[in-house]
């Protein structure tokens, strides 16, 4: 019999809420042979302000053992800016490789978009995840004085860029329209610029079927909201990535339907699955979060783990559901939870 | 009697189309006793191919003389990516100090915007011009190698960010809502984000009249397609500054009307004004380009030399234009710029 050994890290604010929805849904859309285990962890500010820890060296031992992780949010106003996200999330992402960052967007029938005329959007963002100008590397001289200068190093390298690369491509290839997106600023940031057009133009050539693409990445947001249709996979930097994606979340349904993983494609460390949206403190604990962006995450980690027919129910759930909510009273998180659960065992 | 002498760049593309309109409304619009000189600079990508230059020290010399610059577009499909940007745009905003680079965004009646339900847009970016990860800082090592390194550094002064932050809470004080956004990423760019975030927040006690509020990059092209209504003046960095411009201006009525000035406040070198838009080669020499984004960089010219009056019959004049278009054929770039003279000068 096979199993899946889950670790669960519900986190802040809505993360408890939504994660127990993700985990509910999984519970269901499971095949009975497969034995689901899973073990939670605290990490978060609670865990902060208690320990002082935000993710240990024994922590991530203990993580390793798993065969993915389910993430719900990190983050409260009680904790300065950058502990939490520099000391858990970017830190366990970089510390497990998690290189393809992966956001699909899709705005489903009947789901409220700001845009007008309900344009057509499928596309998926591949967004390099252990690189760029998220390694922390820089720095401060003189701080708290007139003369303060801080520096922000984005590391890129022919490795890391190339394998994202032809992961994106491969994506691109197994899709039906074949068509990837280059975006940068390589008339700006030339150095990494061109690092990244030289290598997406060599491993073009190992694609012949994939149409190629470049864009800058402020004429992209252009393009997100005049003409999403025309992007079907996008590879891209982690900074142009994370803000990119917000904006790909925003037009194709809003951060509440926007699932991402954290994926290590070499398996030798566990991917994580979360939603794109945050801790949402203001709202937190009342119910009124929508858990479908969790959902979906885990319909993300179990494609990842193999179970593409659990994966496609999950998907197939959350858009009928969405569907149906048009002109209904809102549901609270469990509710939306329960519908989805009891459809995908359905 | 008065003067006014111009340097004006007409570039690339469609950029020689919309300047000769962008003139042809400054003459009407200027007072009689105003004496207009203008000398035009071949700039751009026919130079570059016949001399290899895209921006000498006598340039420099020449361009300093001026009062004002105008400039259409630089750039071109038979030009490798960056050497004009790099060579000629970046390096005179930067040789000139062009540190405010401001961009206004207002949705005006009648005007076409993606977003559903034509929401309220009125707001001003104060984008940094002369830091940030534009200061071609960094480089690469084993250049075409799979060992390959590049780096971007984005230098960050107190210097650099206080002069921009405090211009950003003038021009907030100065209108009516009083409201200044600080957009970042201060919880991944921690070294960089920390200098705007306290220079931010000490600045802002020089400003009590004004309201203050944080939101980092990714979430601000959430609110520019959701809310926003929310913004009244935003300061950013320079590469930040760039995203969320173009799609400002894509929801405010597309880059057609999108108008910026690179200014030099302390006067010490002349400031330069540009639409937002590139060369568009695609439709150059075609007069399909709409030059209202020229005509408003105009205004803002005119509003920085001291010509309050005639900026705002400028306009006024694009207002209306704008509003009258709803419904009719389209006209032609010398059309447009023919009936905007018609309008200021009547
Ligand atoms: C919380 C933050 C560190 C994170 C990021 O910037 O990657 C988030 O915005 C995301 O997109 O997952
Ligand atoms: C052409 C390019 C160098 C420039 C920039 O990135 O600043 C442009 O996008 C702009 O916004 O003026």
Redesign the interface.
């Known amino acids: 019999s096979r199993s899946l050994n889950l670790a669960v890290i519900p986190g802040d604010g809505i993360g408890q809420e939504v994660v127990a929805q993700g985990l509910k849904v999984l519970s269901a859309v499971l095949p009975q042979d497969v034995k689901l285990e899973t073990k939670e962890y605290d990490f978060g500010a609670k865990r902060y302000h208690a320990t002082g820890e935000t993710l240990t060296e024994a922590d991530l031992d203990a993580l390793k053992r798993h065969d993915a992780i389910l993430l719900g949010a990190i ?1 409260d106003p009680s904790v300065p ?2 502990v939490l ?2 000391g858990f999330l ?1 830190k366990l992402r970089f510390a497990f490789d998690h290189h393809v960052n992966l956001r699909p967007s899709k705005l489903l029938p009947g789901v409220a ?5 309900q344009p057509e959007i499928d596309f998926v963002v591949v967004r390099e995840g252990t690189e760029g ?2 390694t ?5 001289i ?1 701080k ?16 890391g860029v ?1 394998r994202v690369v032809r992961d994106a491509f491969a994506r691109a290839q197994a899709r039906p329209r074949k068509k990837l997106t280059l975006v940068h ?11 990244w ?2 290598i997406f133009n060599k491993v073009a050539e190992e694609f012949p079927e994939v149409t190629t693409d470049y864009i800058h ?3 992209a ?2 393009y ?3 003409d999403p249709a025309r992007f079907d996979v996008i590879v891209t930097d982690n ?1 142009f990535g ?6 790909a ?3 194709s349904g ?2 509440g339907v926007a699932a991402s993983g954290n994926i290590n494609p070499s398996g030798d460390f566990p991917s994580m699955f979360e939603p794109v949206h945050g801790s949402a403190p203001d709202i937190a604990g009342q119910g009124k979060a929508d858990p479908s962006a969790t959902v979906l995450s885990v319909a993300l980690l179990l494609r990842h783990l193999g179970y593409e027919a659990e994966a496609a129910a999950i998907e197939e759930a959350v858009s009928a559901d969405l569907a149906e909510r048009v002109g209904k009273p809102a549901r609270s998180t469990a509710e939306i939870g329960d519908a989805l659960a009891v459809r995908v065992a359905g």
Chains 1, 2 share one sequence.
């Open positions: 983050g800016s950058g996200e520099r970017l978009t700001p845009l007008a005329g100008p998220y922390g590397n820089g720095g401060t003189r708290g004085t007139e003369h303060e200068v801080a520096t922000e190093v984005s590391v890129n390298t022919a490795f190339e600023k390589n008339n700006v940031l030339t150095f990494a610029g061109h690092l057009t030289n990445v402020d004429a947001t252009i997100l909201v005049t900074l994370d803000i990119i994606t917000d904006l979340a925003a037009v809003g951060i």
